[in-house]
Each structure stands twice: as structure tokens, then as C-alpha cells.
């Protein structure tokens, strides 16, 4: 079948939902069956009948993939293909303390399933994140609760998570989407902390190179 052929079966209403669902994934990359109630229908009428999808978006070289045990849907670009041979998400180039969020974020929600976590709600505090973050030497991002906050959001309109509460409150919490599992592979996260770990000790080492001039500099004056 072909998507006029979809498209004449639709209802007013179905066509109305197939745009939405559409528009969504193009914005979000992902739709969480238990974010909200937009979501859930959204995700419930394309799992139902996925290949009209799976047509629409074959004609711009991307595809859809559901998985229905963790109530995700993801917008796959099926010319991006991992080292692995796997079909990765849609990709977004971030800057490098967005990636770093990314990767505190992927392994708080990492280490919550390896410890037998199976709820669909999975919420930390700014303090859990706060605390991953140090790992990476970011204590700028710690302070600088308008730049955590403008991140956050960032990866909310993905998806990814859903804020509850202002950054800075006492009673702020994140919550921890299923869609996070998607955004990195294990393969990812080891390769980017890495090259992390290396750049931070390479600006540490300047650092301590300035300090030290700036010492004997100050000595000879003296």
C-alpha cells in the first residue's frame, strides 16, 4: 500500500493525529508513551498501524522504531548507521557541556536499572545530577543555574526527560525518560568520557603550568 492509500482509509480526526504525530517526532526525535496524555496517544496510534509512518518518512531516508516494552517511539535516520551496524536515532550535534549532561543524565538512568529499577518514573535530584557532574569537573554548570536550566530544557523538548519544578527550588526534581536509553550506547558514553577525562586533564595540567609562571613571575618581581 502506498500513503494515499493510508491517507483516503483516515478519518478527519485520524489524518488531524497522523500530522500531529508526525510534526512531534520531526521536533522531539521522541514520543514517550507515559510522559503525558499527548504522548500516550500519539504513541498508541502509530504502534496500532505503524507502516504508513514508516512510508511517510521512508521518502526523506527515515524510519521509525517502536519498542513497546519501554513505551518509546524514535525517529531513526536509516543513512546514520552506528560502528556497530545498528540504525542510531536522529542525531544533534550538542556542544561539549550539553554532551556532558547528557552522559551524567544517561548514567543516572544507567545505574537505576542495573539496580532493578523498573518503573517508568524514574526521578533524581538536582543534587544527584549536581553530583555526577563534579566527576567531570563542570563546577561552572553547578553554579550557573540559568545554563543548567537552559540545558534541561533542551533535553526536555527531546524527550528525554521532564523537568518538575524551577531549577534551584528545594522540591525540583527530574524525571528520568525511558528515551535516555536511546540517546547514547554504552560504546558512546566510554568513547566520549574518555576523550572528556583526556581534555580536562590537558586544561587541569595548563592550569597548573599558568599558576606556576604567574608564581615565578610574581617571585622575581618581588
Do not use: H
Not at 521536533?27 to 496517544?41: G, Y
Not at 557541556?97 to 542495573?114: F, G, P, Q
Amino acid at each position: 500500500m502506498n500513503i494515499e492509500t493510508y491517507w483516503s482509509d483516515y478519518t478527519s480526526a485520524e489524518k488531524d493525529l497522523f500530522q500531529k504525530s508526525c510534526r512531534r517526532l520531526l521536533k522531539s526525535t521522541f514520543i514517550v508513551r507515559d510522559k503525558d496524555e499527548e504522548n500516550k496517544k500519539a504513541y498508541y496510534f502509530i504502534s496500532k498501524k505503524p507502516e504508513p509512518f514508516s512510508i511517510y518518512f521512508g521518502y526523506i531516508g527515515f524510519d521509525i522504531l517502536i519498542d513497546r516494552d519501554n513505551g518509546v517511539i524514535m525517529l531513526k535516520n536509516c543513512a546514520d548507521m552506528g560502528e556497530n551496524g545498528k540504525i542510531q536515532s536522529n542525531r544533534r550535534a550538542l556542544k561539549k557541556i550539553e554532551s556532558v549532561v547528557l552522559c551524567c543524565l544517561w548514567t543516572l538512568y544507567a545505574d537505576r536499572m542495573r539496580s532493578g529499577s523498573l518503573s517508568q518514573s524514574m526521578f533524581i535530584s538536582v543534587a544527584d545530577l549536581s553530583y555526577e557532574l563534579e566527576k567531570y569537573g563542570v563546577k561552572e554548570l553547578i553554579d550557573n543555574k540559568k545554563l543548567l536550566s537552559d540545558i534541561l530544557g533542551l533535553f526536555s523538548r527531546f524527550n528525554l526527560l521532564d523537568l518538575k519544578g524551577k531549577i534551584g527550588d528545594s522540591e525540583c526534581l527530574i524525571r528520568l525518560l525511558p528515551s535516555l536509553q536511546f540517546a547514547l550506547d554504552e560504546e558512546e558514553f566510554a568513547r566520549f568520557a574518555a576523550i572528556t577525562q583526556n581534555r580536562m586533564a590537558e586544561t587541569n595540567s595548563d592550569s597548573d603550568t599558568n599558576d606556576t609562571e604567574e608564581e615565578d613571575g610574581a617571585d622575581a618581581d618581588e
